[in-house]
């Protein structure tokens, strides 16, 4: 069982940069490929990017590729999502995902979520 807490949403404006966190519990958090995906108000959950077990993969939305950067630190059990260059488009409500299998762009793949944190950009 992996439980996931998001943190570092926040409101900024257009050009503006954030860094969400998401804490994992468990000792098994170094062999889960992670995700962040966003939902905005009145529009389906999107991917947003992933990373695997180790680190060395990444894989990005071409909606975000150059402007956010995802990292993790097995060490600490946590996962982050630099984000720069911010957008009124990246307003959403951004959920960090766990699975035990390579890591995808699919959410429905995710075996675990977080409850989500809000990001407001403003013009």
């Known amino acids: 069982q992996v439980q996931l807490v998001e943190s570092g949403g926040g409101a900024v404006q257009v050009g503006g940069s954030l860094r969400l966190s998401c804490a994992a519990s468990?000792?098994?958090?170094?062999?889960?490929?992670m995700g962040w995906f966003r939902q905005a108000p009145g529009k389906e959950r999107e991917f947003v990017a992933t990373?695997?077990?180790?680190?060395?993969?990444?894989y990005y939305a071409d909606s975000v590729k150059g402007r956010f950067t995802i990292s993790r630190d097995n060490a600490k059990n946590t996962v982050y999502l630099q984000m720069t260059n911010l957008k009124p488009e990246d307003t959403a409500i951004y959920y960090c995902?766990?699975?035990?299998?390579?890591?995808?762009?699919?959410?429905?793949?995710?075996?675990?979520w977080g409850q989500g944190t809000q990001v407001t950009v403003s013009p």
């Open positions: 995902a766990a699975r035990t299998q390579v890591t995808t762009t699919r959410g429905a793949k995710y075996d675990y």
């Open positions: 468990g000792r098994t958090f170094s062999s889960h490929a």
């Open positions: 990373i695997s077990w180790s680190g060395i993969s990444t």
